[in-house]
């Protein structure tokens, strides 16, 4: 019922071509610059890696946030979008290592004395590398190349809690009849909190959960200064806030290596 009314909703209706075949469109054209290369293509087509990191991750990001915008501007959740969110969110964090070194390397060989739209478009190789033995080629069979899709991201607890009070901020408003500007911070912040601790899984990605503190003070503030707030919703707010603040301080487990990246993982 709800995903109806957001597929008929004025604010659908609003765009000039329909969002969801450019949603098909976007997607389509992702899945085929995701297979396109092999998986050395960090250093043999870095403007692949670009343009690929930049519709993953900040389109990604946005595209989750106007999603999780659907029960404030319609009043509805659409389920086939909060689908599609959810593999969004995945998709960035097992992306960020692959933009990683691809930054690393261009960087590399501008101070090296390249030139650096020649190597962007051309690619180049490492000069005292080795052959890289562990990665398999995306010819191998899935037994091989489904495990290397994880390597660079892990489930630390603290993580997973705050994506769990993420989710619960979401959730919220509609299982305790909370209406207004207070469930719309709840429903926004929430879905932003499960976004960048998701995010955050990704060990070079590790240093945003820390975005966390300026979600949960935003969210305080917020609820503190709206009037008619249910004194439960305050407390809720306040409670869960603080609890995500601690979860999001523990770092986690960093098993892979990143090079001069590493200083940048906190």
């Known amino acids: 019922m709800g995903t109806e009314k957001v597929l008929t909703s004025s604010v659908s209706k609003s765009f000039p ?16 610059m995701g297979y396109m290369g092999m998986s050395n293509r960090w250093r043999t087509m870095p403007w692949m890696v670009s343009f690929f990191g930049i519709l993953v991750i900040p389109l990604g990001v946005i595209s989750i946030v106007l999603i999780t915008l659907q029960p404030v501007s319609v009043g509805h959740w659409c389920t086939i979008c909060l689908t599609t969110a959810v593999a969004m969110v995945v998709m960035i964090p097992l992306t960020l290592d692959e ?17 650096f739209w020649r190597t962007f478009w051309m690619g180049d190789t490492v000069k005292g590398g080795s052959k890289d033995v562990r990665t398999p080629l995306f010819t191998d069979s899935i037994s091989k190349t489904l495990p290397a899709m994880g ?3 892990n489930l630390p607890w603290s993580l997973l809690l705050c994506t769990a009070i993420g989710l619960w901020w979401m959730l919220y408003p509609g299982n ?3 209406t207004g500007k207070t469930a719309n911070y709840f429903t926004t912040l929430g879905a932003l909190v499960v976004t960048f601790s998701v995010i955050a899984m990704a060990e070079v ?9 300026i979600f949960v003070l935003w969210l305080i503030a917020a609820i503190l200064l709206v009037k008619g707030v249910p004194p439960f919703a305050l407390w809720n707010g306040i409670v869960s806030g603080l609890v995500l603040l601690a979860l999001s301080l523990p770092k986690g487990r960093i098993k892979e290596k990143y090079g001069t990246f590493n200083r940048y993982i906190f």
């Open 99 to 115: 933009v990683v070194a691809m930054i690393q390397f261009l960087t590399r060989r501008v101070k090296e004395g390249k030139p």
């Open 151 to 153: 390597w660079g991201m």
């Open 176 to 178: 305790f009849n909370i």
């Open 205 to 213: 990605g590790r240093t945003l959960r820390f975005v966390n503190f």
């Open 17 to 32: 071509i329909s969002d969801a075949g450019l949603g098909n469109l976007s997607y389509t054209i992702e899945a085929l």
